[in-house]
Structure formats: structure tokens, C-alpha cells
Nanobody
Framework: VQLEASGGGLVQAGGSLRLSCVASESIDSISDMGWYRQAPGKQRELVAAITSGGSTNYADSVKGRFTISRDNAKNTVYLQMNSLKPTDTAVYYC????????????WGKGTLVTVSS
């Protein structure tokens, strides 16, 4: 499965962006999909994840501001980011795993999000 992320860009603090991640094949058999990010000089961290059943999980730093969703008919997972802060600046990656355990099996290339103050 190939994943292609898009939607990054430059936005002012307080603004919004929506990231999209399109899979090259059906995600019906994909258990979990998630968004990770890596800021300069920092380790990659989980931002949000969603299961095949629609359960979601968020990093504390984005709760109440970011929303993850998936559209299996379009083989796409989204990350709606509102009230963006300069600390959200990072390269964002989408990822997926076929089983609800273990590490992610598939990774997309990142999309850069830059939030200016």
C-alpha cells in the first residue's frame, strides 16, 4: 500500500489546514491509520490515529484542535487542524497498519506544515 499525503503549507497562528492521505488501494483491510509529525531536532510523534471502527486517539497537545477521520470509499484519511500554533510546525506523515497491534506497516512521504507567529 502506498500512501500519499498532501495539504501542508504555510499558515498563520490560529489558522486551519486539512491534510489528506490517499492510499493506493482499498483501506477496508487496514486496521489503523494515523498521522505522525516530526519537528526539527525532535523525535517523530503520534498526532492522531483512527481504527477501522472509527475510534480515535490524539496526542494531548492537539486534543480539541485536531480531528482525524477516514473515508474508506475514497481510501483516504484526513487530519483537520484548527487553532494552529507555531509549535505545530513539523513534517506530517500518514501511516497505516493492517493489524491492530505492532508498528505501522506503511508510511507516506511527509507534508510540511509551517505555522507562523
Amino acid at each position: 500500500v502506498q500512501l500519499e499525503a498532501s495539504g501542508g503549507g504555510l499558515v498563520q497562528a490560529g489558522g486551519s489546514l486539512r491534510l489528506s492521505c490517499v492510499a493506493s488501494e482499498s483501506i477496508d483491510s487496514i486496521s489503523d491509520m494515523g498521522w505522525y509529525r516530526q519537528a526539527p531536532g525532535k523525535q517523530r510523534e503520534l498526532v492522531a490515529a483512527i481504527t477501522s471502527g472509527g475510534s480515535t486517539n490524539y496526542a494531548d497537545s492537539v486534543k480539541g484542535r485536531f480531528t482525524i477521520s477516514r473515508d474508506n470509499a475514497k481510501n483516504t484519511v484526513y487530519l483537520q487542524m484548527n487553532s494552529l500554533k507555531p509549535t505545530d510546525t513539523a513534517v506530517y506523515y500518514c501511516a497505516a497498519r493492517k493489524e491492530p497491534y505492532g508498528g505501522m506497516d506503511y508510511w507516506g512521504k511527509g507534508t510540511l506544515v509551517t505555522v507562523s507567529s
